[in-house]
């Protein structure tokens, strides 16, 4: 059973669209990260959001943490094909745990 | 500087057979995480440590699997008469303090057959 719900669990869509992912438990996280990862490649941190309601902006990126740190988002805008890869939540309960790993969410970006 | 390796990228063995997979972490990382990854999904935790203290292990699948990281620098993962069910891609990453960000290696890809 994962303990993070990622959905959809796959997006294709065309460039310039825009889209969201989403990550669901009903833990309370302490913080909680998004990766993305290439094919053959390991995941690369995007973003750390610890802060219940907090927004955080990457360029076209926009993630957002849940009041309740239960949830987070992250919204696309104008994506690129670029942007095609599978991303990847990890939330840490407290302190001194582990991260888990939600199963993340295969996005695809046609030109 | 370099980022975190891994050794060897690809493992091919026999049922039964034993294997240790290597982790060098970024240097200086306090913290070193063991994941197992199928293809398309997210890494499944194994185990971390702190310097070379064993956090955690509730993630490792049985007894054949074991971790040490003596020094609290290089790891490994040994998994003892293996099945075929252990093939995977066995991912390693460090951090530079317990839940900072995560820097992962390229991985080993396990095939038993």
């Known amino acids: 059973t994962q303990l993070l719900e990622q959905s959809p669990q796959f997006l294709s869509i065309q460039e310039g669209e825009n889209l969201t992912v989403y990550c669901n438990s009903s833990s309370v996280f302490s913080s909680l990260q998004w990766y993305r990862q290439e094919p053959g490649e390991g995941p690369v941190l995007l973003v750390t959001v610890v802060t219940g309601g907090e927004v955080k902006k990457l360029k076209r990126l926009t993630f957002q943490f849940g009041d309740a740190r239960k949830d987070s988002s992250l919204h696309i805008t104008a994506a690129q094909p670029g942007d095609t890869g599978l991303y990847l939540c990890a939330g840490v309960a407290n302190s001194w745990g582990k991260f888990q790993f939600g199963a993340g969410t295969q996005v695809v970006v046609t030109p | 500087g370099a980022g975190v390796s891994q050794s060897p990228r690809y493992k091919v063995t026999k049922r039964g057979q034993d294997v240790a997979l290597r982790c060098d972490p970024i240097s200086g990382h306090v913290s070193l995480y063991w994941y197992r990854q199928a293809l398309g999904q997210g890494p499944e935790f194994l185990t971390y440590f702190n310097y070379e203290a064993q956090q955690d292990k509730s993630g490792l699948p049985n007894d054949r699997f074991s971790a040490e990281r003596p020094e609290g620098s290089i790891s490994t993962l040994t998994i003892q008469r293996t099945e075929q069910r252990d093939s995977a891609m066995y991912r390693c990453?460090?951090?530079?303090?317990?839940?900072?960000?995560?820097?992962f290696g390229p991985g080993t890809r396990l095939l038993v057959l």
């Open positions: 990453a460090s951090s530079l303090v317990n839940q900072e960000t995560q820097y």
